[in-house]
């Protein structure tokens, strides 16, 4: 079995697993993104008549690939490594992005021409990468602090003798989980990877094609 189809049959495995995890993170991630949407939809005739008049109606394209996947995968390391306090990083970090996404849909439906189905239609090209990205990421630091948790927990249980008995001892019984932590983050990383440069190249000439702006 080569390396590529172990890494998949893990992967697979992983998804599997947790999937009720993925779903709980999808979901809130989707409940944040729809409620900061609607509740700031009101307030944005403000925010809007304090910007520049040279404001441009469309999304910025002129952020690089390379600018792009540096700041989504230094952005996902730091979440996953923060994650060992609890997981709390993980949780915050994607209602932090629903929320952020939901505000900026808010603002720009009132500033593209063709309103909310321009922003919704520019964000699904990328964002179906980026955003999975962003949940199976989260998944990964719950599942890095669950790690930890038992790993601590079976540790201090164990009857073994010495401090290296007990170390692999603990490592043993909970490495599925930490090897899934680490599948999952590997994956969320190629998910990033494939998102920036649809997001720098695609996003906003095919939403643009799509609705003849």
């Given at each position: 079995m080569n390396s590529i189809t172990k890494f998949k049959d893990l992967l697979?495995?992983?998804?599997?697993?947790?999937?009720?995890l993925i779903l709980v993170l999808y979901i809130l991630f989707i409940v944040s993104f729809a409620l900061a949407w609607a509740?700031?939809?009101?307030?944005?005739?403000?925010?809007i008549n304090s910007l520049p008049a040279s404001t441009?109606?469309?999304v910025n394209d002129t952020v690089t690939v390379t600018e792009l996947?540096?700041?989504?995968?230094?952005?996902?390391?730091?979440?996953?490594?923060?994650?060992?306090?609890?997981g709390i990083a993980a949780v915050v970090g994607l209602i932090y992005n629903g929320v952020n996404l939901g505000l900026m849909g808010a603002l720009l439906s009132n500033i593209m021409p063709k309103g909310g189905i321009q922003y919704i239609t520019?964000?699904?090209?990328?964002?179906?990468?980026?955003?999975?990205?962003?949940?199976?990421?989260?998944?990964?630091?719950?599942?890095?602090?669950?790690?930890?948790?038992?790993f601590v927990k079976t540790f201090i249980k164990s009857e073994?003798?010495?401090?290296k008995e007990k170390i692999l001892s603990s490592y043993e019984e909970n490495k599925k989980i930490i090897i899934q932590s680490l599948i999952l983050m590997v994956f969320g990383a190629i998910l990033l990877l494939i998102a920036a440069p649809i997001e720098a190249y695609v996003s906003v000439p095919l939403s643009e094609l799509i609705l003849g702006v």
């Amino acid at each position: 079995m080569n390396s590529i189809t172990k890494f998949k049959d893990l992967l697979i495995e992983s998804l599997k697993q947790n999937k009720k995890l993925i779903l709980v993170l999808y979901i809130l991630f989707i409940v944040s993104f729809a409620l900061a949407w609607a509740l700031s939809s009101g307030g944005m005739d403000t925010v809007i008549n304090s910007l520049p008049a040279s404001t441009d109606s469309t999304v910025n394209d002129t952020v690089t690939v390379t600018e792009l996947l540096i700041q989504n995968e230094r952005g996902g390391i730091m979440t996953y490594i923060a994650s060992i306090f609890f997981g709390i990083a993980a949780v915050v970090g994607l209602i932090y992005n629903g929320v952020n996404l939901g505000l900026m849909g808010a603002l720009l439906s009132n500033i593209m021409p063709k309103g909310g189905i321009q922003y919704i239609t520019y964000l699904i090209p990328h964002g179906i990468f980026e955003i999975t990205a962003l949940v199976i990421q989260s998944a990964a630091g719950i599942l890095l602090f669950l790690f930890i948790w038992k790993f601590v927990k079976t540790f201090i249980k164990s009857e073994k003798s010495g401090f290296k008995e007990k170390i692999l001892s603990s490592y043993e019984e909970n490495k599925k989980i930490i090897i899934q932590s680490l599948i999952l983050m590997v994956f969320g990383a190629i998910l990033l990877l494939i998102a920036a440069p649809i997001e720098a190249y695609v996003s906003v000439p095919l939403s643009e094609l799509i609705l003849g702006v």
